[in-house]
């Protein structure tokens, strides 16, 4: 099967046969040293936001020979078997990360490492084939290191999105894609109002909601649509009987409560199955464990101050707003980084939730989890977080 | 945004226009009258078993005109931009028929109407178009007539696969290709073994269980393989706390138990939101309820007959299977029509299941049922479910 349009087509120049029989005596994992970059012999200029950067990253893989030869090639259509069976039975994932341009003049990633490792996870779950997550990472840099001239001047980066799947049952292929993306919030941060969710699920145990596969999120499309035509922003996915807040929209979510002696309690549900592992979710873990540890004091956060992964409900949630005792709320994920909370449409009633000062209507904890990751993003605050692009 | 190689790409002819003004004035359905055949200059022959067919039909769709013209053209690879949300999100769907040769000579589809309006269904919970169903079914009664030779002699039939998706967000395609099938049971029939599968879940209550989507069947490729390594052909798919169950694999369930008064209950998980409407569970249900009100009676069912849509646990399927009232166990679908189950392993343990003498394994409720549906597609039993293609 040939993917890419024209001369670009796949090829498998690394798999191992015994020199007597021809016969094939491994699978191979992806190979950087092989790359081969085909260069865009007409490059797009000036970048338009949102569009796509001018080259692509394709590794082919079939489960005779595993991963063929990377290439990076001109941007351009895929050449797709129309019984390929993402276009039927959706056995396709993915994987978002961001490149920027810090304030030293570097590129970097963010945390690249936890995006391979899902990556592989996710490809685990749904029955694709795993690689060396890397080698992968070499190919994006790569990729990025070519392109880098489409990352928008600060603060816009570049949206790598990489995607594995579109097979017929014995063939993959992965791709990397990039496009220049300004800050997420044109207008600045802006707090979200969020629609108890009920009538629809996004995920449940024994599913797939722990991975990032391309079936969770197609199904999300319609009850986006109820919460909107309800007049909230993003739907809060709510769980069993006793409504246990999972996520909001494609985002992780985090409660701050005030307890009795005065201490902050940042929680969050844990990771059960129906939980994605954001990396943004697992940066402010970090970062919350390392001050209520005083391994590392962040400025701004009280001392009495704690990090707990376990179920809240929303009779919980409803209660402390009643009671004073909730402080604030607020989603995560890659492309906002931190999204608070204002309200919660719940079985009728609308639940206000304190925000913060100003229009980003930030709290206490989210202003600085927000000043600490895009710190770290952006290269004012120094940390192996920050992965940097060679050029 | 073109979909097709070559010269095959796609159009919108039927957009209305302002003739003042150039503006749209309405989105277009499927028009089968500005249907375009290209005819496959390099038709392959003989029909190899289970390869394509010569030809495809595509009917592109986007937001701003509505479905565009049609075309069958010759088979070959759809050029998709890697950016399409299908392959990152997963949004597609599909449907699958038959086309057979009757006894009487005629090409036939077996009760396409309700495909047409499952795919509607599918559609519009995940945000894909709808579309006007007679109209598709005029298009791929054209597509089948066209490719009508590659029907293999009985008992085979050619499998045809819808499926709508692989767009960016305001665009779609809607494809239809073929495949010649044989047999589904190259060997004759053979009951299969089921392994009661409560670590992983198809579907559940909020979620698109009831929809034909591909959301629905990757995530089931990795639960199969641990149902095969267990030494079982495929899952039951057991749902909640008091086990219920559900579907068999990509099959409707049906089980046969016999009351106290010697009456035989044929019963089926309801169409709740985790069970997909099955063409073929329709059809058993169909004929079971004519034969129970004496309206249609079927012969080799007994008098004292009832079909029952109620939720089934294991408790009382295991309690039957020791007290010998259980009669027969069986998946339904469009592949296999009928499928008996002579086993499940349950909680560590084999719950026997009664199957009926010979290799097929077929007992008193199925035989009847394959008979008849089976009769209804090659011919043998006049039916309106029989849908002629004129040649």
Redesign the interface.
């Known amino acids: 099967m040939e993917y890419i349009?024209g001369e670009n087509t796949t090829s498998f120049p690394n798999v191992a046969a015994d020199p007597m029989t021809g016969e094939l005596t491994s699978l191979l994992d992806i190979n950087p040293s092989q790359l081969e970059i085909i260069r865009n012999e007409r490059p797009a200029t000036p970048p338009p936001p949102s569009s796509?950067t001018d080259h692509?990253l394709t590794i082919p893989w079939s489960s005779s020979a595993g991963w063929g030869q990377p290439k990076i090639v001109p941007?351009g259509?895929?050449?797709?078997?129309?019984?390929v069976?993402?276009?039927?039975?959706?056995?396709?994932l993915?994987e978002g990360m961001k490149a920027y341009r810090d304030t030293n003049g570097k590129v970097t990633l963010f945390r690249p490492d936890m995006n391979m490792k899902r990556m592989n996870t996710s490809a685990?779950?749904?029955?694709l084939p795993t690689f060396d997550g890397e080698a992968l990472l070499e190919l994006i840099k790569a990729l990025v290191r070519l392109d880098r001239h489409w990352i928008p001047q600060l603060p816009g980066y570049i949206g790598t999105?990489c995607?594995l799947?579109?097979g017929p049952p014995n063939e993959a292929l992965l791709?990397v894609?990039c496009?220049p993306v300004g800050p997420y919030y044109a207008t600045g941060f802006k707090p979200v109002s969020l629609y108890g969710t009920?009538?629809?699920?996004r995920a449940?145990?024994?599913?797939?909601g722990g991975y990032k596969?391309?079936?969770?999120?197609?199904?999300g499309?319609?009850p986006q649509?109820a919460a909107a035509k309800h007049g909230y922003a993003q739907n809060l996915w709510l769980h069993g009987p006793e409504h246990h807040l999972t996520e909001v929209g494609t985002m992780n979510l985090f409660v701050v409560f005030r307890k009795g002696d005065g201490t902050l309690e940042l929680a969050t549900a844990p990771l059960d199955g129906m939980i994605l592992p954001g990396v943004t979710r697992d940066s402010v873990i970090s970062l919350a464990k390392d001050h209520a540890s005083r391994r590392q004091v962040l400025d701004g956060l009280p001392e009495k101050f704690e990090l707990v992964e376990r179920p809240i409900t929303m009779k919980e949630v409803q209660a402390a707003a009643e009671n004073g005792s909730l402080v604030e709320m607020f989603g995560t994920g890659t492309a906002a980084i931190i999204c608070p909370v204002n309200k919660i449409g719940y079985l009728g009633k609308d639940i206000i939730i304190p925000t913060g000062d100003g229009s980003a209507g930030l709290g206490p904890v989210s202003r600085v989890m927000l000043e600490q990751i895009s710190g770290r993003q952006f290269g004012t605050i120094p940390s192996d977080w920050s992965v940097v692009v060679a050029e």
Chains 1, 2 share one sequence.
């Open positions: 349009y796509l692509m941007y259509p895929l050449a797709l078997e129309p019984s069976t993402v276009l039927h039975y959706a056995q396709t993915f685990a779950r749904i029955a999105q995607a799947g579109v791709f894609i496009s009920v009538e629809y699920v449940y145990p024994g599913g797939t596969l391309g079936a969770n999120y197609a199904p499309v319609v649509r």
